[in-house]
């Protein structure tokens, strides 16, 4: 019996599936690029095939893949010391503090390093109630925050749905009207959402109430907007009724909106910052909670209950002050800015092109088109939470821009665009081309069923 003989990509994937197991999929029929190296905006598989990256990992790799300056940060690093306790201090560990002191508004100035965006979000829960002595967090309905238990009890995306009798418990869920399907005019949009929230204050008790929860700005709930002044009131409502607010930005956080942090572009400043991603855009796992003065001040003679074993891990900060360099440097956070406009003004051009575009939802490079049967009646080409079999057309797409080289984040019916930040109008246009031929497949379901 002859054997058959896998070539280098084949074994590559096998040994995957085999031997390991994928998140947020059946474990059977995945079909994973095997990638051998990475640079810039591209992926490279063992075929020699490139593959645009328009979701940067997913919405992490903000400074592009394969930067060596980071490498050369990071093996350096570990040259002279790979781990320290987190009871020890190395020159990196002030230096980044420092740093992002810098970079933080107001008196966000004190830094707990964790290991990734989950544990950012976990320690700001856990501080939010020890200072406060409060037990309820509010947060919203379409919203991530990770996938350990407390972040996923904080979070409304429907994945935490098959674990629902593991959530933890006092969160309280609100829900933001979504302006596209708004249909009480604009001017009522931000009163309502502004009402509701503090309906829901009253009824859960503001003396219950430990810290708000919120996105800077929303990512894979669909990039869906504010209504303009509604963190401003938010903040209000939190002075004045002795709550904390935390803003999430793990993934709208380190230029990806156009600015250090998504907030930041909504006029406000929070008691706490979580963060992780563009911290370190992927390179190593690494995060951080940025505190305000105020809230660290009470732990000057006071024991701090906070403690992971590689917090203050050497190696990652050294990715981590590498990375931020890179983002001065290269003026990324301009260039976000810049291309951000630019992508603007092309799915303009798109919408002319495709009557299947219902809505763009955008802040820098963290943008989100939404496909409808029909854009009278906003019908989605997918529902919220979409099962398999509603899934049929937009899984044509997916596979569509698969094949034409592309790397992004399809999920029900949106087409995530969030590259790299160092994208140039050149590699836009070649990833805008793909995205534009995949959509012409949900235009023709539009021919079809009409």
Excluded at 263 to 275: E, K, R, S, V
Excluded at 312 to 339: F, G, Q, S, W
Excluded at 403 to 409: D, N, Q, R, S, V
Aim: glycine fraction near 8%; charge should be neutral.
């Amino acid at each position: 019996m002859q054997t058959q003989t896998l070539s280098e990509a084949e074994e590559i994937i096998h040994n995957s599936q085999d031997y390991t197991l994928f998140s947020w999929s059946k474990q059977k029929g995945t079909n994973p690029i095997a990638v051998k190296y990475a640079k810039g905006v591209y992926l490279y598989d063992y075929d020699g095939k490139k593959i645009i990256d328009f979701s940067s990992g997913l919405m992490n790799v903000n400074i592009g893949h394969g930067d060596q300056r980071v490498t050369e940060a990071v093996v350096k690093q570990m040259q002279e010391a790979a781990f320290v306790t987190p009871s020890c201090v190395t020159k990196v560990r002030g230096e980044l503090g420092k740093k992002l002191a810098e970079i933080c508004p107001g008196d966000l100035n004190k830094a707990f390093f964790t290991l990734c965006g989950a544990t950012s979000i976990e320690n700001a829960i856990k501080l939010a109630r020890l200072y406060t002595g409060k037990h309820k967090i509010i947060t919203r309905y379409q919203s991530y925050h990770g996938s350990t238990n407390g972040a996923m009890s904080a979070s409304g995306d429907p994945r935490k749905l098959p674990v629902d009798s593991q959530q933890a418990p006092n969160f309280v869920h609100i829900d933001i009207p979504i302006k596209y399907r708004w249909e009480y005019g604009e001017e009522n949009l931000l009163k309502e959402s502004v009402a509701s929230l503090e309906r829901v204050v009253a009824f859960e008790g503001p003396g219950n109430i430990a810290a708000i929860l919120l996105e800077g700005e929303s990512g894979s709930s669909g990039c869906l907007k504010y209504p303009e002044g509604y963190l401003k009131a938010v903040r209000e409502i939190c002075d004045k009724n002795g709550i904390l607010l935390i803003i999430d930005e793990v993934m709208s956080g380190f230029g990806r909106t156009g600015q250090w942090f998504g907030f930041q572009n909504h006029g406000i400043i929070p008691d706490m910052i979580a963060m992780a991603k563009g911290l370190t855009c992927g390179y190593l796992p690494f995060g951080c909670l940025m505190v305000s003065d105020k809230i660290a001040a009470k732990y000057d003679d006071n024991v701090l209950p906070l403690g992971l074993t590689y917090s203050a891990h050497p190696v990652c900060i050294a990715a981590a002050l590498a990375t931020i360099k890179i983002y001065e440097d290269d003026n990324l956070i301009e260039n976000a800015r810049k291309m951000g406009k630019y992508l603007d003004g092309r799915i303009e051009d798109l919408k002319k092109k495709h009557p299947s575009i219902g809505d763009w939802r955008n802040t820098g490079l963290l943008g989100c088109i939404e496909l409808v049967k029909d854009r009278k009646t906003k019908e989605p080409l997918a529902p919220f939470n979409a099962k398999p079999d509603q899934m049929a057309v937009m899984n044509k797409v997916a596979a569509k821009l698969k094949e034409l080289g592309m790397y992004t984040f399809v999920r029900w019916n949106y087409i995530f665009i969030a590259p790299p930040l160092c994208i140039n109008q050149e590699e836009m246009e070649e990833g805008l081309a793909m995205i534009s031929e995949a959509i012409s497949i949900a235009d023709a379901s539009l021919t079809q069923n009409n």
